[in-house]
Each structure stands twice: as structure tokens, then as C-alpha cells.
């Protein structure tokens, strides 16, 4: 398949998990958690394809094959796959299939498996409730990996997706340290760290401090995204225009290479399209009175990812507070999100699945989210009408931040603060702005954010004014806390950690307690969407140098994303207001050109005209301002 397919407005996927094996597994995962088994039916049915391609205007979907259930009971599952493949490809949609890759249940004919990941006192690894990390290097688990991916593709589906492309243990980020063990501690990946680096394993990691880590922390990345290339060749040697995806979790949000070995940049480059999984679905929150606003978004993120992963196309799946504590959102944030990520040169797959509603999982299939479908399908529509736009272009904002490279997961806690914080205030401030890396060539960049000493290679054009940002007041990084200077205290509070970690994952009771506690949300929950102080912002603000043109002022910021097309600019906003809001756009100079909406959920408007140093509108979702200008 070309890459066309993956176009903005082309592309229009949902997330959606049905059928019996998301019946089952959701009552394992979540402890016999209510189930609406009738709705996860009726998804794999005409009924619930016709809603998602009718109403919603989806034209790919995401469907599960693989939870990593034995055989004996998974049977049921690829049985039922194979008749909705057909069905929704009778529908107009095309099919993803699901693998499980990192983990399976821990019964039947699995009990008696050797190919589970191994802390370093040779424990298996929890995964949730009756669920084990597997070993990636295992060769029983790869064939059984090729197994899954033939019966997708003999099932007629399109592609094949891979979920939680993770290397074993993943240690756990506390108090500004890591504690306990990172992947895979079988005599088999041992032995296999030892003669490629002639290293042993260390039991627990520090990026920030020991260089062994890092190369440790390395080789485990590669060996993953060694996993997802071989099983796409693996893929194309049966059918040579299936599309391979995996969900590259998280993997600029927080530091995912640490955690689970997710090298975003190198498994782009195995991957006809990346996915971002997250917890950013759009939200504006204003705070206590006299305390700090959050806006939640992903356009650091997703700005970020495009730096990294090149002309790889990207989607992003984000979410609000997490699997299983989400009801189906309203309309409008459906839209705040598919807005967002077309903005700024992705497609947002929506999650249709695992929601909860009066304590009962449930689908956006379901007859009563029909609101929230046909506000979704405006927006699809809207972005297939004007698909165009989003092609043959380039990103044309003069305001770039300087991605911080590897020094973002091996000094974490002392960069991603100021990292989102830049990304925050420019995003508040309304200023159209990329990511760059140090190899970028940076023509058309006139200010430079950065956060440490800019890389050798980096070439500055003439002009360009740089703002080392951690010099400025109010910016300074924290310095490292006393339990990340203290290996012996580490160490023992790691155990702690670590086994509390475990119960969470290993046993009802402990699990249901941290639930009711709010734990969860607590730990996926970014801490970054926090809006830094106005005096911090401020700061920055007058920080570089002139002003800032164009510029989209508002009470409740907006996203301002510009990009250019021949001779013609596009400035894209989104409001993330929960509601309308009348907002200013400044071009500094004379414009004109014309104004192109979805008008939120109520349809497709005619294009309107301007012309004017600044124009004044009522911006409902998303609106796409076409121009020239006169410089």
C-alpha cells in the first residue's frame, strides 16, 4: 500500500476492541469487572461496523485477534476476527489486526511455557492480573508471534499492529529516580548482553549518573525494535502490501525508553505508520482560585514525534484518565482531539473501546453514543473534503525548540520540566512554533529555544537568536534528589517499591485498593500539563526578542500551527476552550486570503474571505486561515 493511504483526511481509524476475547480479558484484567457482552457482540456485527463507517465516517479499524490467551481458549477469538474482517470490510473499512507482543495469560497449556521475562532473582514479571511479561528473544515466543501474524493475514486483514512493544521488567520512576530492574534478566538475554558488550546485566539502572546503564538501556531498545523489524519482514514475506503499526506508547510524554525500551525514532523506521498511545486527550482546566491552570494537550508530543520519526506517517491515540476509568467522552472532546492531531500533521485513532459507564465496560458502539459518532463523522468529513490542504506543504513557524536528544531519558528529571514548560508557555502564548533536532537544517528558524549547549554538528543560520532557556529566571532545572544520589538508599527503597508494584499487579485485593485510592491516575497522569508561572512565562516571552508574528490572542489558549504551501501560508487553530470563544488573530502585516471551518459539530460551512493586519473571529473547534501576506 503507498503511503497516500495514511494521509490527513484519508485516514480515518478507530480503536476498537470487541468480541469475546475483550469480554474475557477485561474481566481479568479488572477483577470480574461488569462487562456489556451484548455491545462487544454487537462491534464485531453489521450493526456496529455500519455505526463506525455510517456515522463516525471511519474507514480503518483497529480489531483485536491476539490477548495472548492459550489456544484452547483463544480459538474462539481468531474464529470470530476472521467473520468481522469480512464484515467490516463489506462496511468500506480496512483492518488491523491485534498482537499482544511483550505479554500473555499465565493458564492452560501457557502454565507450562519457559519463555517468560526473569527479574534478576529469576521471578516472572507481572502484567496486571493473571498476566506474565514474555521474553522477547525466546525463540518458542517468536514463533508464536509469527503464528499470530499469519492468522491475521490469512484472515484477509490489511495490517497487523503490534501492542506493547516492551522489553520485560520496567523499572519504576519515583521520588526522581529509577528503582528496580529493566527488561529481561534470562540466562538467555544475559548471555546475549554479554557478547555484544562484554558487560553483565546491571540488576538496577541509572541513566542520569552510569554510563553502563545507557549502554545497557541501548542494547535493550535495539533488541525490541530488532522485534518489530523482523516481524514485519516476517509479515511482507507472506503479503507484500500489508501495513505494520505498533503503539510506540507514550514515547516522548515520558521517558519510555527507560521504562519499557521504546526507541521511537528506530522503530519508526520499521513501521508504515507510528501510533502514539497516551493520556492527552485535550482539556482545559483553570485551576484553583489563584492557583496554576492545566491544559492537557499533545502538541508538544506530537510535534516532537514528527522531528523525530522523519516522513513516517503519525497517529496518536490519546486518551483522558486512563483504561478503565474513562466514560465515552463528550462530543466536543472528540473533535478538540481529531482537530489537534490534523493540525499539527498527524491523524488521532480514536479510541472506541474500554470505556466505563455506571461501572460497565462499554464501546462508542453502542446505540447511545449516536451523538458523539456523527460529531466525529462531521469531522472525518470535513478533513476528507479538504484533504488538499494537508499535502505538498512544509512547516513554516520561526519558532523552533530544540529537541534535547538522548540527554531527555538519561537526565529526565532535570529537563522534562523545562522541556514542557517551553512547550506550554509558547503553546499559551499563542505563537505558531516546531521541534527541532540538532540535525535539522534550521533556514527559516529566527529564535532558538534550548536547553543545555547546542550540539557541535548544529549550523546556525546568520540571525538566528538563541534562548538558552535554563539561564532564564525562574528556569532553572532542579538539581537531583538525595534518593537518586543515594545508590545504597535506592536500592532499598526499590525493593520496597518494587514488591508493592507487583502486589498491585499480582493480586485482586491490593489492586482494587489502589483503584479506590486513585493510584493509577496518579502515576500515567503527566505533571507537565501544569501552565508554568506568568512570571516564568513572561520571562521567556521577552525572551525572544521581537514580536512574534502571527500571533492568535485568547482568554483560553489556542493552538496555533503554521505551515506553508507553495506561495500561501495556513495557520491552523484549535480551541481548547470547552466552549466557543472570540479570539484575535494578529498577522503583523497586511493578509488576505480565506477562512475554512467544520464549525465544531454542526456541519461544513461555505469558505469566507479577509483581508487586514488582524482578524477577529468566533472560533468554535478548528478553523484553517489560508493566506498571503505582503512580506
Same mark, same amino acid.
Given at each position: 500500500?503507498?503511503?497516500?493511504?495514511?494521509?490527513?483526511?484519508?485516514?480515518?481509524?478507530?480503536?476498537?476492541?470487541?468480541?469475546?476475547?475483550?469480554?474475557?480479558?477485561?474481566? #481479568?484484567?479488572?477483577? /470480574? *469487572?461488569?462487562?456489556?457482552?451484548?455491545?462487544?457482540?454487537?462491534?464485531?456485527?453489521?450493526?456496529?461496523?455500519?455505526?463506525?463507517?455510517?456515522?463516525? &465516517?471511519?474507514?480503518?479499524?483497529?480489531?483485536?485477534?491476539?490477548?495472548?490467551?492459550?489456544?484452547?481458549?483463544?480459538?474462539? /477469538?481468531?474464529?470470530?476476527?476472521?467473520?468481522?474482517?469480512?464484515?467490516?470490510?463489506?462496511?468500506?473499512?480496512?483492518?488491523?489486526?491485534?498482537?499482544?507482543?511483550?505479554?500473555?495469560?499465565?493458564?492452560?497449556?501457557?502454565?507450562?511455557?519457559?519463555?517468560? =521475562?526473569?527479574?534478576?532473582?529469576?521471578?516472572?514479571?507481572?502484567?496486571?492480573?493473571?498476566?506474565?511479561?514474555?521474553?522477547?528473544?525466546?525463540?518458542?515466543?517468536?514463533?508464536?508471534?509469527?503464528?499470530?501474524?499469519?492468522?491475521?493475514? /490469512?484472515?484477509?486483514?490489511?495490517?497487523?499492529?503490534?501492542?506493547?512493544?516492551?522489553?520485560?521488567? %520496567?523499572?519504576?520512576?519515583?521520588?526522581?529516580?529509577?528503582?528496580?530492574?529493566?527488561?529481561?534478566?534470562?540466562?538467555?538475554?544475559?548471555?546475549?548482553?554479554?557478547?555484544?558488550?562484554?558487560?553483565?546485566?546491571?540488576? $538496577?539502572? $541509572?541513566?542520569?549518573?552510569?554510563?553502563?546503564?545507557?549502554?545497557?538501556?541501548?542494547?535493550?531498545?535495539?533488541?525490541?525494535?530488532?522485534?518489530?523489524?523482523?516481524?514485519?519482514?516476517? *509479515?511482507?514475506?507472506?503479503?507484500?502490501?500489508?501495513?505494520?503499526?505498533?503503539?510506540?506508547?507514550? @514515547?516522548?510524554?515520558?521517558?519510555?525508553?527507560?521504562?519499557?525500551?521504546? !526507541?521511537?525514532?528506530?522503530?519508526?523506521?520499521?513501521?508504515?505508520?507510528?501510533?502514539?498511545?497516551?493520556?492527552?486527550? +485535550?482539556?482545559?482546566?483553570?485551576?484553583?482560585?489563584?492557583?496554576?491552570?492545566?491544559?492537557?494537550?499533545? &502538541?508538544?508530543?506530537?510535534?516532537?514525534?514528527?522531528?523525530?520519526?522523519?516522513?513516517?506517517?503519525?497517529?496518536?491515540?490519546?486518551?483522558? %484518565?486512563?483504561?478503565?476509568?474513562?466514560?465515552?467522552?463528550? &462530543?466536543?472532546?472528540?473533535? %478538540?482531539?481529531?482537530?489537534?492531531?490534523?493540525?499539527?500533521? @498527524?491523524?488521532?485513532?480514536?479510541?472506541?473501546?474500554?470505556?466505563?459507564?455506571?461501572?460497565?465496560?462499554?464501546?462508542?458502539?453502542?446505540?447511545?453514543?449516536?451523538?458523539?459518532?456523527?460529531?466525529?463523522?462531521?469531522?472525518?468529513?470535513?478533513?476528507?473534503?479538504? *484533504?488538499?490542504?494537508?499535502? !505538498?506543504?512544509?512547516?513554516?513557524?520561526?519558532?523552533?525548540?530544540?529537541?534535547?536528544? !538522548?540527554?531527555?531519558?538519561?537526565?529526565?528529571?532535570?529537563?522534562?520540566?523545562?522541556?514542557?514548560? &517551553?512547550?506550554?508557555?509558547?503553546?499559551?502564548?499563542?505563537?505558531?512554533?516546531?521541534?527541532?533536532?540538532?540535525? !535539522?537544517? #534550521?533556514?527559516?528558524?529566527?529564535?532558538?529555544?534550548?536547553?543545555?549547549?547546542?550540539?557541535?554538528?548544529?549550523?546556525?543560520?546568520?540571525?538566528?537568536?538563541?534562548?538558552?532557556?535554563?539561564?532564564?529566571?525562574?528556569?532553572?532545572?532542579?538539581?537531583?534528589?538525595?534518593?537518586?544520589?543515594?545508590?545504597?538508599?535506592? $536500592?532499598?527503597?526499590?525493593? =520496597?517499591?518494587?514488591?508493592?508494584? %507487583?502486589?498491585?499487579?499480582?493480586?485482586?485485593?491490593?489492586?482494587?485498593?489502589?483503584?479506590?485510592?486513585?493510584?493509577?491516575?496518579?502515576?500515567?497522569?503527566?505533571?507537565?500539563?501544569?501552565?508554568?508561572? +506568568?512570571?516564568?512565562?513572561? *520571562? #521567556?516571552?521577552?525572551?525572544?526578542?521581537?514580536?512574534?508574528?502571527?500571533?492568535?490572542?485568547?482568554?483560553?489558549?489556542?493552538?496555533?500551527?503554521?505551515?506553508?504551501?507553495?506561495?500561501?501560508?495556513?495557520?491552523?487553530?484549535?480551541?481548547?476552550?470547552?466552549?466557543?470563544?472570540?479570539?484575535?488573530?494578529?498577522?503583523?502585516?497586511?493578509?488576505?486570503?480565506?477562512?475554512?471551518?467544520?464549525?465544531?459539530?454542526?456541519?461544513?460551512?461555505? $469558505?469566507?474571505?479577509?483581508?487586514?493586519?488582524?482578524?477577529?473571529?468566533?472560533?468554535?473547534?478548528?478553523?484553517?486561515?489560508?493566506?498571503?501576506?505582503?512580506?
Amino acid at each position: 500500500m503507498s503511503a497516500e493511504i495514511f494521509d490527513i483526511g484519508v485516514h480515518r481509524p478507530v480503536y476498537l476492541w470487541g468480541g469475546p476475547g475483550t469480554v474475557r480479558m477485561n474481566r #481479568l484484567k479488572f477483577m /470480574d *469487572a461488569p462487562v456489556d457482552e451484548a455491545v462487544h457482540a454487537e462491534a464485531h456485527t453489521g450493526i456496529g461496523a455500519s455505526r463506525m463507517a455510517r456515522e463516525a &465516517a471511519f474507514n480503518w479499524a483497529y480489531l483485536m485477534y491476539d490477548w495472548g490467551f492459550p489456544p484452547e481458549i483463544e480459538q474462539e /477469538d481468531w474464529d470470530d476476527f476472521r467473520r468481522a474482517v469480512t464484515i467490516y470490510q463489506a462496511a468500506g473499512l480496512q483492518v488491523f489486526g491485534y498482537v499482544q507482543v511483550s505479554n500473555c495469560v499465565y493458564s492452560g497449556t501457557y502454565s507450562n511455557k519457559d519463555w517468560y =521475562a526473569l527479574d534478576p532473582h529469576g521471578r516472572r514479571f507481572h502484567y496486571y492480573t493473571g498476566r506474565y511479561m514474555t521474553c522477547p528473544s525466546h525463540p518458542e515466543w517468536q514463533a508464536h508471534l509469527r503464528e499470530m501474524v499469519r492468522g491475521i493475514i /490469512d484472515a484477509g486483514a490489511e495490517g497487523v499492529y503490534f501492542d506493547n512493544p516492551w522489553h520485560g521488567c %520496567q523499572p519504576i520512576h519515583f521520588l526522581g529516580a529509577w528503582l528496580g530492574p529493566a527488561g529481561c534478566y534470562c540466562p538467555r538475554c544475559r548471555r546475549a548482553f554479554r557478547d555484544a558488550t562484554g558487560l553483565e546485566m546491571p540488576a $538496577s539502572i $541509572s541513566p542520569g549518573s552510569d554510563r553502563a546503564s545507557r549502554r545497557y538501556l541501548r542494547w535493550r531498545a535495539g533488541r525490541m525494535t530488532g522485534v518489530i523489524a523482523s516481524l514485519g519482514e516476517y *509479515a511482507r514475506s507472506l503479503k507484500p502490501d500489508v501495513v505494520i503499526g505498533a503503539n510506540d506508547y507514550n @514515547a516522548v510524554m515520558n521517558p519510555s525508553y527507560v521504562a519499557y525500551g521504546v !526507541d521511537l525514532a528506530a522503530l519508526a523506521q520499521v513501521q508504515d505508520v507510528v501510533m502514539i498511545e497516551d493520556f492527552a486527550l +485535550p482539556r482545559w482546566d483553570p485551576g484553583p482560585s489563584g492557583g496554576p491552570a492545566t491544559l492537557v494537550n499533545n &502538541a508538544l508530543t506530537l510535534r516532537t514525534a514528527r522531528a523525530l520519526i522523519g516522513a513516517t506517517p503519525l497517529s496518536t491515540d490519546p486518551y483522558d %484518565q486512563g483504561i478503565g476509568f474513562d466514560p465515552v467522552y463528550p &462530543a466536543r472532546r472528540f473533535q %478538540q482531539g481529531i482537530a489537534e492531531a490534523a493540525a499539527c500533521g @498527524a491523524t488521532m485513532v480514536v479510541k472506541g473501546t474500554e470505556y466505563v459507564e455506571d461501572g460497565t465496560f462499554t464501546l462508542l458502539t453502542a446505540e447511545q453514543y449516536g451523538p458523539q459518532r456523527v460529531a466525529i463523522g462531521q469531522m472525518h468529513g470535513w478533513l476528507a473534503e479538504h *484533504a488538499d490542504l494537508y499535502r !505538498d506543504r512544509e512547516n513554516a513557524a520561526s519558532t523552533a525548540l530544540l529537541y534535547p536528544g !538522548d540527554e531527555l531519558w538519561q537526565d529526565w528529571d532535570r529537563l522534562a520540566g523545562p522541556y514542557f514548560a &517551553a512547550g506550554q508557555t509558547l503553546l499559551a502564548a499563542g505563537v505558531p512554533w516546531r521541534v527541532v533536532t540538532g540535525a !535539522d537544517d #534550521l533556514t527559516g528558524i529566527r529564535v532558538l529555544l534550548c536547553l543545555g549547549d547546542l550540539p557541535a554538528a548544529v549550523e546556525l543560520p546568520d540571525g538566528l537568536h538563541v534562548v538558552p532557556v535554563l539561564d532564564l529566571p525562574g528556569w532553572e532545572p532542579s538539581e537531583p534528589s538525595f534518593l537518586a544520589r543515594n545508590a545504597r538508599l535506592r $536500592s532499598g527503597v526499590g525493593g =520496597a517499591v518494587g514488591w508493592l508494584f %507487583q502486589a498491585y499487579m499480582r493480586w485482586p485485593g491490593v489492586r482494587s485498593l489502589g483503584d479506590g485510592l486513585g493510584l493509577p491516575k496518579l502515576i500515567i497522569q503527566s505533571p507537565h500539563f501544569v501552565l508554568p508561572s +506568568p512570571a516564568g512565562r513572561q *520571562a #521567556l516571552w521577552e525572551a525572544l526578542g521581537d514580536p512574534r508574528y502571527p500571533r492568535v490572542k485568547a482568554g483560553i489558549p489556542v493552538l496555533a500551527e503554521l505551515w506553508r504551501r507553495g506561495d500561501r501560508r495556513q495557520l491552523h487553530v484549535v480551541n481548547y476552550a470547552p466552549e466557543p470563544q472570540q479570539v484575535s488573530v494578529q498577522f503583523g502585516q497586511q493578509a488576505s486570503g480565506r477562512l475554512l471551518s467544520p464549525e465544531g459539530a454542526s456541519g461544513p460551512a461555505p $469558505s469566507a474571505g479577509f483581508a487586514g493586519a488582524e482578524l477577529s473571529l468566533t472560533l468554535d473547534v478548528y478553523a484553517v486561515l489560508e493566506y498571503t501576506s505582503e512580506t
